[in-house]
């Protein structure tokens, strides 16, 4: 009799226990799943393959944050540069949408907001949108959200999500196979409460020097990929490493061949069978732990001296430089005035005037030899010029009177002083 009550009160809690855990599932959001179960995985190549052919069994479809993505109970998945949209339910994977195949956003940025699925930018068909597409439900489409603001013309960049701003870093302007890509100067930021767009002067030379390559969503970072070097952002802490490819040994891992679980990179290979094996493993917990202390503050608010700081030291160079000049200009025409005073005070009355012509009686007058007779007054006037056109060469030019041909006027040209 003992035993039997032993055993029911046994059953009895493990039926509370079976219980009390149904009801914290069913109340509970799963967290985000990265991986997809063989019959999943077959599903979703199997709607591929009639565009993609052989692609589509070469093709990493474990994307991470690029792939998964957690919308309330329901997690859905969307590779990347496909607008196929299936939910993943148990051993399944459901088609939701009814799209034709468009291949024309790869590398965009997928989230979620307001309680769908928002696909942002991406490049394909030879061109770099700079779309906002919404997934509906309802009518199993995309349709793109109007935005606002300071819109980049087009968005293949890093996207990250802090509360409800999206910023786009390392934004690449492809040359879409006609010019050479190179790295946009901004960066930008979408408020999704009024979808208005706002752009920052990029001043981090590091970004400026990175053309992307690939880029990695994972649980806690996402990774701009150069062909040497990259960029990891931590979205908990709000910090970025910029480090050697090399060195912190993700070179060989690359949009082809990399899948994305958690916070770990894993390559796929085939070994010498053709069997996929995976190998080597990088995980970027790790990597970030070994390079912390090289980590930077990931500033996405800065202010206008941060964006334009070698423009604005230029502009404060030059405006030193014009005061500068400035003082010495006004020091040097003081100087220059006061020559005029002391050097000779017979130019000092000239210029005193407000003449410019002066007649030989007049100019007689000025070198205070009115009162001297004729060849006495023309030998001291010839001396008097001759000094003063020694020290303000050109200052005094004699000319025949226009109205009386046997005459001189003497006209004094003062910026010659």
Known sequence: MTNYFKLTRYYKYVLIHLVLTAIISLFSVPTIAQKLTPKQSNIIRKTIVRYLE???????????????LPIGKDTFFNIHGLRYVFK????????????????????????????????????????????????????????IVKTTGNKPNSIKGAGLRFGNFVYILNNCIDGN???????????????????????????????????????????????????????????????????????????????????VHNNQLDILLQDSSKIVIKDPQRDIDELWTENKKYA???????????????????????????????????????????????LHPLVYKMIATSKSEFTQDELDEILSIDHME??????????????????YPGLIERQKDSTDKRRFIYVIHQNRV
């Open 54 to 68: 052989k692609e589509a069994n070469l093709r990493v479809l474990e994307a991470g944050k690029a792939a998964f």
């Open 88 to 143: 993943l339910q148990g051993d399944s994977a459901i088609r939701l949408d009814q799209s034709v195949y468009h291949g024309s956003n790869f590398h965009r940025y997928l989230f979620q907001h307001d309680g769908k699925m928002m696909s942002l930018g991406g490049y394909g068909m030879f061109v770099t949108n700079n779309n906002l597409e919404a997934f509906n439900v309802e009518a199993r489409e995309w349709y």
């Open 177 to 259: 196979n006609i010019e050479v890509p190179r790295t946009d100067i901004y960066f930008y930021r979408l408020d999704l409460s009024n979808m208005t767009w706002k752009k920052f002067k990029e001043f981090r030379t590091e970004n400026l020097d990175l053309l992307p390559n690939d880029y990695f969503y994972l649980k806690d970072y996402v990774i701009t990929k150069g062909l040497n070097n990259s960029v990891i952002y931590n979205l908990k802490t709000q910090e970025y490493l910029y480090c050697n490819n090399d060195a912190v040994g993700i070179k060989q891992f690359n949009g082809y061949n990399t899948s």
């Open 296 to 342: 930077k503050h990931l500033e996405l608010n800065p202010s206008i001296w941060q964006q334009y700081t070698t423009e604005l030291n230029a502009c404060i160079v030059t405006l030193a430089l014009l005061i500068i000049g400035g003082i010495w200009l006004k020091n040097h025409s003081k100087n220059k005035r006061a020559d005029k005073n002391t």
């Open 374 to 391: 004729g060849e006495s007054k023309k030998t001291k006037r010839h001396r008097l010029l001759a000094i003063i056109e020694t020290q």
